[in-house]
């Protein structure tokens, strides 16, 4: 059974850093492609960032240049960076299991979420 936990959310002023964590077990993390999305209020939860099983990245035009997602496969962890942080990325943020490449299965598999304000 797929269980990511998300972890390293809380309150930043403007301009600062957070580094979130989220935690897999369950499935084959090292052949999965992982993504981080976040959800505001009244808002849809958005794609922030996808790393592929080889660790291929991509990032929308809001967070590119501030944000970093990466992975470690001996931890079975995946992290986002976010650095200058703005007013607007507040939010909760998720992890998602997606496809197993090497199965062809998708989890699309959501942790519980991680609360993340920035605010002065």
């Known amino acids: 059974q797929v269980h990511l936990v998300e972890s390293g959310g809380g309150l930043v002023q403007p301009g600062g850093s957070l580094r979130l964590s989220c935690a897999a077990s369950g499935f084959t993390f090292s052949m999965t492609d992982m993504s981080w999305y976040r959800q505001a209020p009244g808002k849809e939860r958005d794609l922030v960032g996808f790393?592929?099983?080889?660790?291929?990245?991509s990032y929308p035009d809001s967070v590119k240049g501030r944000f970093t997602i990466s992975r470690n496969s001996a931890q079975n962890t995946v992290y986002l960076q976010m650095n200058s942080l703005k007013p607007e990325d507040t939010a909760v943020y998720y992890c998602k299991a997606g496809l197993n490449r090497a199965t062809m299965t998708t989890y699309n598999a959501w942790g519980q979420g991680t609360q993340v304000t920035v605010s002065s």
């Open positions: 790393i592929s099983d080889i660790g291929a990245t």
